[in-house]
DNA sequence: TATTGTTATACTCTATAACTATA
DNA sequence: TATAGTTATAGAGTATAACAATA
């Protein structure tokens, strides 16, 4: 049982990872940058984002470096605590975050046509029981 | 609606790529080896698992190499077309994607422990989906 | 003293281009 | 000619250790 849904949320991953690595291509980003882009919404610190991402915060610094050099984000300072910087989205970030959340969706649901109203339905639901539980 | 449905698959996709991050790590391995331990189930050359991994053949080679020098996989030689090379897993190598799986599936269950049952069987349906989907 | 972000280092992953050996 | 795998190269992601600024 236990078994039957870590498969299932590997196979979801594996899939899902290749679907990201293809996308990011198309906007010439890289799987990581895509990530962060697509997973920066409440103006984290650096240190959060690396928690986001499950690396090391060492690796955060370049990799935000590299998109504010794009313009796609900025490093704000923290009012309260000076040692913090806090991410966030340009306004072309944000367009460009758009831009890939529609392509993300188009290519989920063209693997996905078969689904029923009902099951569409209860992704709501999923989604949401998903990141409660990770937020925990 | 359908982006209802991308944005579940975007949440398990990055929670499920923290959680292979951290069991590599305890393993000592990277995301993209454990990756490959557990993605080699049917003898695929080098070319079908960059297709697997969704990058690039050229890739493949260096990563190969790693994990063979490890003792964890062996390249076997094609019977019929001889620019062909398969991969397939040593003991030791079945042996550590046991392990791996284990403790994945046990990451799975304290991380989703609090999905419903329904919300379980939907999970394992959208895989089949996207599993079938991506094999066509 | 502890924490945040940074730098330096070494290794791995990544794509592009050019090569080889087979087909 | 075309394809499978390799090599060389350059850029990006990764962790460890050491550091400056701040708490």
Redesign the interface.
């Known amino acids: 049982m236990?078994?039957?849904?870590?498969?299932?949320?590997?196979?979801?991953?594996?899939?899902?990872?290749?679907?990201?690595?293809?996308i990011a291509r198309e906007f010439e980003l890289t799987s990581q940058q895509t990530?962060i882009l697509?997973?920066l919404s409440q103006r984290p610190s650096l240190g959060e984002l690396a928690t986001?991402?499950?690396?090391d915060k060492t690796n955060v610094t370049g990799m935000v470096d590299r998109l504010e050099k794009r313009g796609l984000l900025a490093r704000e300072p923290d009012e309260k605590d000076r040692r913090v910087s806090r991410v966030v989205l340009t306004e072309a970030g944000e367009e460009l975050r758009e831009r890939i959340?529609t392509r993300?969706?188009?290519c989920?649901?063209?693997?996905?046509g078969?689904?029923s109203v009902e099951?569409?339905a209860?992704?709501?639901?999923?989604?949401a029981?998903?990141?409660?539980?990770?937020s925990?």
């Open positions: 236990t078994q039957d849904l870590a498969s299932a949320v590997a196979t979801l991953h594996r899939e899902a990872a290749v679907l990201y690595a293809g990530q697509c997973a986001i991402l499950g690396c959340r993300f969706a188009e989920v649901a063209e693997r996905f078969a689904l099951e569409r209860f992704c709501r639901r999923l989604a029981a998903v990141s409660s539980a990770g925990r």
